[in-house]
């Protein structure tokens, strides 16, 4: 096993990776850009190399003064976290070259994968479904208008460099095809470099389903169930929960034996996610492989038992996976909410700042992975993800109670957060039900804003606790108590704060 390796990324993700590296026993080298001196993850590390300015191109993106810093301190791997350099099939070739261990696929697989034709491919070599469309990419309008007429509208035209919800547009009939391609096109050149764009089939109110999978150097490939990601807004997931409600044992069962056979059809080597759509009849479509440790990957953590990161680490030190498929079982249930730094009445613009007071919830069940602290500036360079909630529970509704129960405990005063948002979410009826698709906030939160008359979360309590001690009417227990109660908020203007 390696003795120290270099984290390649900042925030919650880095101090994530660098909780299981103590663990293990290996030191840890974090990296850090100007606006991150005194972020979480650079006093968390043992060593903490200064990359340069804050933008990204200076700092956590630029590798060469990676590379350079793992040499340097005599890092033997490196973590790319999720983000920045993490999917960059470059920056892999460079740290092999560089005598180090990349942490994740190899390279020339990251590649293959990134280009959506050619996984798609793959993918139907190999007889994963694929969505109904093409497997190369296609510029002639002439060409692209028969396939489309053949395919059915609507079709979407995606980039085949894109990713991410990056990159598509939905024609709903020929008259519009000829423009959305040249613009899809153009689009897809100037943010990947790469003009190809090639056609699907649009399938409307899809679940976004995906599945964690491990194979190692050895050619054992494993899943390790699924995750169930389809509320999301403008591509951005919000909450995410493992099992799947849509999911039964058999479909369960095929999914991940379709997983692991794009894993294998890939040479897919490390951690890696298999991203599918699910249609309302119950069809499954191949759509894409993230490449990295995902955002999401503590809820498979929590109904597994198995630390992830570990896993990344000895299929990287060229370790057999110590488990086969049939002893994977999951048990329970596991829900993540994404907490950034965001405005929920600024339609969710980032809004970075320094945090004023930040108190997580804790108890049974609950985990809380993050980077920030009482004080700390959350940076506007950079994505503004102050960390994420994850609990587990038996069954999905004492898993739905415990993350409310968990989020009424989080505390983050100095910058806006979704909380009361993913409290909205959590109670509706239409969530309960487990009803989801990635259409769900479109349709059952349309222009969500906050309660204006919600003036005392209950947990802020905890903050009027530990600025001025213990509510009056406690003090004077069977006294005179304060007719208008005692919210926190008036008392504090702790409102006023958070704007
Ligand atoms: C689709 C689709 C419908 N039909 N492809 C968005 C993210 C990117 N990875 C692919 N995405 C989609 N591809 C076909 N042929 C709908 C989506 C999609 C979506 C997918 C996953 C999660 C959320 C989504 C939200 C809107 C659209």
Not at 35 to 52: K, N, P, S, W, Y
Not at 56 to 71: F, G, R, V
Not at 185 to 202: M, P, Q, T
Not at 284 to 291: I, S
């Amino acid at each position: 096993m390696f003795s120290k390796i270099l984290v390649a990324n900042r925030g919650e993700i880095a101090v994530r990776v660098m909780r299981t590296a103590r663990e293990m026993g290996i030191a840890t080298v974090a990296v850090c850009s100007d606006a991150d001196r005194d972020a979480l993850h650079a006093l968390t590390a043992d060593e903490t190399v200064f990359l340069g300015d804050s933008d990204p191109a200076s700092s956590y993106l630029n590798i060469d003064k990676i590379i350079d810093a793992a040499l340097k301190t005599g890092a033997q791997a490196i973590h790319p976290g999720y983000g920045f350099l993490a999917e960059n099939p470059t920056f892999a070739d460079r740290v092999v070259d560089a005598g180090l261990v990349f942490i994740g696929p190899p390279g020339d697989v990251m590649a293959k994968l990134g280009d959506k034709t050619t996984a798609r491919t793959i993918m139907s070599d190999s007889h994963v479904p694929i969505i109904p469309g093409m497997t190369a990419s296609e510029a002639d309008p002439a060409k692209l208008a028969s396939i489309a007429k053949e395919m059915g509208y609507p079709v979407l035209v995606k980039a085949a460099a894109g990713g991410g919800g990056k990159g598509m547009r939905i024609v709903s009939s020929p008259d519009s095809l000829a423009e959305a391609a040249a613009t899809c096109g153009r689009e897809a050149l100037s943010a990947f470099g790469d003009g190809s764009i090639y056609l699907e089939k649009y399938l409307e109110r899809p679940r976004h389903v995906e599945f964690q999978i491990l194979a190692d150097t050895r050619g054992n490939v494993v899943h390790l169930f699924e995750r169930e990601c389809s509320i999301q807004r403008r591509h951005q997931k919000i909450i995410e929960e493992t099992p799947s409600p849509a999911l039964n044992p058999e479909l369960r069962a095929a999914m991940g034996e379709a997983a692991v056979a794009a894993a294998r059809a890939a040479g897919y080597v490390n951690a890696g996610t298999v991203e599918f759509l699910l249609d309302q009849t119950g069809r499954f479509y191949f759509l894409e492989v993230n490449t990295r440790l995902q955002v999401e990957h503590p809820v498979t953590e929590l109904t597994t038992g198995m630390d992830l990161v570990r896993r990344q680490l000895e299929i990287a030190a060229g370790l057999p996976l110590p488990f086969t498929q049939e002893q994977a079982q999951p048990r329970g249930h596991a829900i993540e909410c994404r907490i950034y730094a965001e405005d929920p009445e600024l339609d969710f613009m980032p809004a970075p700042g320094r945090i004023l007071f930040a108190r997580a919830a804790e108890g049974p069940g609950v985990r809380f992975d993050h980077g920030i602290y009482s004080g700390c500036t959350v940076p506007m360079h950079y994505d503004p993800i102050l960390g994420k909630l994850i609990v587990w529970a038996e069954d999905r509704p004492s898993a739905c109670a415990r993350m409310m129960r968990a989020l009424k405990e989080s505390v983050i005063l100095g910058v806006r957060t979704p909380i009361e948002f993913l409290l909205d979410i959590l109670e509706s009826k239409a969530f309960r039900s487990g009803d989801i698709h990635t259409w769900f906030i479109d349709e059952h939160f349309p222009g969500w804003k906050p309660d204006p008359s919600d003036d005392g979360i209950a947990s802020l309590g905890y903050v009027f606790y530990d600025m001025v001690g213990p509510r009056p009417e406690l003090v004077a227990a069977g006294g005179e108590t304060d007719p208008e109660g005692s919210s926190p908020w008036r008392t504090l203007g702790a409102w006023d704060l958070a704007r």
